[in-house]
C-alpha cells in the first residue's frame, strides 16, 4: 500500500483551514445604518468599522417675530455630545459588596443580585443602575430566579425614579422559569433609575440570585448581563445642521495600509463636511437692502447671497431654518397667500414676507427691527443649505482623538447592541449570519467534508 508523503496531508490540512476561515469570514456581513437612535441586530463582537457623525436640526413649534423658536443642530450647551452604546439588557446594575440590611445579606456583581437571610421588618433593597434610562417605547421585562421566592407573593420587584417612585412592579413567584414577564408600553416618557425590591416582614431568602434584563422587544429573550459603553466628542463651538436630505457631517479618512497590518483604524484625516451655513442679519453688516409692496405682503429683501442653494423657480419650495419664521416656503407662496414667513428665491436672496397689517412696513423700520434684536443678543438668523458643501480640515487632535478611540475601542455586542446619541450617525459594521453555535459548527462540518 503507498502511503501518500507528509506533504500531501500538510496540504489537505492547509486548504481545510483555508476553507474553514473561507466559511467563518462568509459568516459575516458588512451593514450599514443611519439614525440617532439605532438598533444593530446579531452583531459580531467586533469594533465598529467606520464612523460619520452628522448633523439633525430640529425646529419645534410655529415661529413668528413675536415668538422666537430655537433652531437647533447637533452641539450641548457645552458643546459636548454622548453616544451611548448598549447591549440588549438596558438595566446595567451597580455592582455592590456584599451588605445585611435588617437581617438581609444582599450583593450584586456582573448584573447577578444575591439575597440571604430573613428580613426581621418590612424593607426596600435597592439596586442602582449604573446609568439612568429612558422608556418611551413597548418594552420587555423579565427576571430570572434560580429558586422558588414565594408562593404566597411576599415578594416583588419593582422599577423606580430617582425619588423611588414605582414605576412598574411584579410579584417574584415561581411559576416559570423566566419570571416575571411584562411587556409594557409606556403612555410617555420615564426615567428609570434603580430595580429595587420590597420585602416582607419574615419573608426568608435561602441563597437566592435574580437577574433582571428589559429590552425593546415585544418578547423576552435569554438574560443576559447588562454592559454599556459612553463615548463623548468634544465639538466646541460647532453646530451640526442638517435634515433628511442633506447633513453636515464628518468625514473620516483612515491609513488603510496600516490598517491592513495592525487592524487599527489610524485617522489621517477629519474633514467637516458643512451643507449648511448660519446667516445672521445684525442690521448692520446683513440688513435689508429693498423693499417690494404686494396685495397682501410687505417683503423684504436681503443683499445677494453668492453660495445659497436656490430654488428652480419661486414656486419651488427650498428648506431653511429661521429662529423667527417658518422657512419651508417658496416666494411666490409668501407673495400672494398674505404669510408671514420666509422664501429662498431664484436671484440668490432671503426674502421675508410681512402682513400688511404689521407695524413694520418700511424699510427703514425693518432695519432697525434687526438691529435691536441684535442688540439684545437674539438676532434674527437663518440656516440655509449650501449649493456646493465647504470643506473644513479638522486640525482639533482632542476631538481626531476621540473619533479615533471610537471607531477602534466601540465594540459591538453579539446578542443586539442599541446605540442612542444626540449625534446623527452613520456607522458600518459587520452582522453574524450564524448567530447560534450550531448553524456555526454545521458551516465547518461541511467545509470540512466538503
Not at 425614579?161 to 416575571?180: H, I
Not at 437692502?289 to 405682503?297: A, E, G, H, I, Y
Not at 418700511?362 to 434674527?380: C, D, R
Amino acid at each position: 500500500m503507498l502511503v501518500p508523503p507528509l506533504k500531501y496531508y500538510e496540504e489537505l490540512a492547509a486548504k481545510k483551514v483555508t476553507k474553514e476561515r473561507q466559511i467563518l469570514s462568509n459568516n459575516f456581513e458588512e451593514k450599514e445604518i443611519e439614525g440617532t437612535e439605532i438598533g444593530l441586530d446579531s452583531t459580531a463582537e467586533s469594533p465598529l468599522k467606520i464612523l460619520e457623525i452628522a448633523g439633525n436640526t430640529i425646529q419645534n413649534g410655529e415661529p413668528s417675530l413675536e415668538n422666537e423658536v430655537e433652531v437647533t443642530g447637533v452641539t450641548g450647551v457645552t458643546g459636548d455630545t454622548e453616544t451611548n452604546l448598549k447591549n440588549k439588557n438596558q438595566l446595567i446594575l451597580s455592582d455592590i459588596e456584599e451588605t445585611t440590611y435588617y437581617g438581609v445579606t444582599y450583593s450584586c456583581r456582573n448584573g447577578k443580585i444575591r439575597l440571604n437571610g430573613t428580613a426581621s421588618q418590612a424593607i426596600f433593597i435597592i439596586i442602582p443602575l449604573q446609568k439612568a434610562i429612558k422608556v418611551s417605547k413597548q418594552f420587555t421585562w423579565s427576571a430570572l430566579t434560580n429558586k422558588i421566592l414565594s408562593t404566597e407573593k411576599e415578594v416583588s420587584l419593582w422599577l423606580s425614579n430617582e425619588t423611588g417612585n414605582k414605576l412598574f412592579n411584579k410579584d417574584l413567584w415561581l411559576e416559570d422559569t423566566v419570571n416575571p414577564i411584562f411587556t409594557t408600553t409606556p403612555t410617555e416618557e420615564t426615567l428609570i433609575t434603580k430595580v429595587q425590591f420590597y420585602v416582607g416582614s419574615g419573608f426568608t431568602f435561602n441563597n437566592i440570585e435574580v437577574e433582571t434584563q428589559l429590552e425593546y422587544s415585544e418578547v423576552a429573550t435569554e438574560i443576559i448581563e447588562g454592559k454599556g459603553q459612553l463615548q463623548e466628542f468634544s465639538l466646541g463651538d460647532r453646530t451640526l445642521y442638517g435634515d433628511e436630505n442633506s447633513k453636515d457631517y464628518f468625514n473620516i479618512i483612515i491609513d488603510e495600509e496600516f490598517y491592513q497590518k495592525t487592524g487599527y483604524r489610524k485617522i489621517t484625516s477629519l474633514n467637516l463636511v458643512k451643507n449648511w451655513k448660519k446667516y445672521i442679519l445684525d442690521g448692520t453688516n446683513n440688513k435689508f437692502n429693498q423693499k417690494s409692496s404686494t396685495l397682501n405682503n410687505n417683503i423684504f429683501i436681503t443683499n445677494t447671497i453668492s453660495d445659497i442653494l436656490k430654488p428652480t423657480n419661486n414656486n419651488s419650495i427650498i428648506k431653511s431654518y429661521c429662529n423667527y419664521f417658518n422657512g419651508n416656503f417658496s416666494v411666490n407662496n409668501i407673495f400672494l397667500n398674505n404669510i408671514t414667513g420666509l422664501g429662498v428665491s431664484i436671484n440668490y436672496t432671503l426674502q421675508f414676507g410681512f402682513g400688511l397689517e404689521s407695524e413694520i412696513n418700511t424699510l427703514e423700520l425693518a432695519n432697525a427691527k434687526l438691529l435691536e434684536l441684535n442688540t439684545a443678543g437674539n438676532p434674527l438668523y437663518v440656516v440655509y443649505q449650501l449649493a456646493e458643501p465647504e470643506i473644513e480640515t479638522i486640525t482639533d487632535t482632542t476631538l481626531i482623538n476621540q473619533i479615533e478611540n471610537f471607531i477602534n475601542n466601540a465594540y459591538t455586542y453579539k446578542e443586539k447592541t442599541s446605540i442612542t446619541s444626540k449625534l446623527f450617525l452613520k456607522l458600518k459594521y459587520k452582522k453574524d449570519k450564524y448567530y447560534d453555535l450550531e448553524n456555526r459548527v454545521k458551516a465547518l462540518e461541511e467545509a470540512n467534508n466538503g
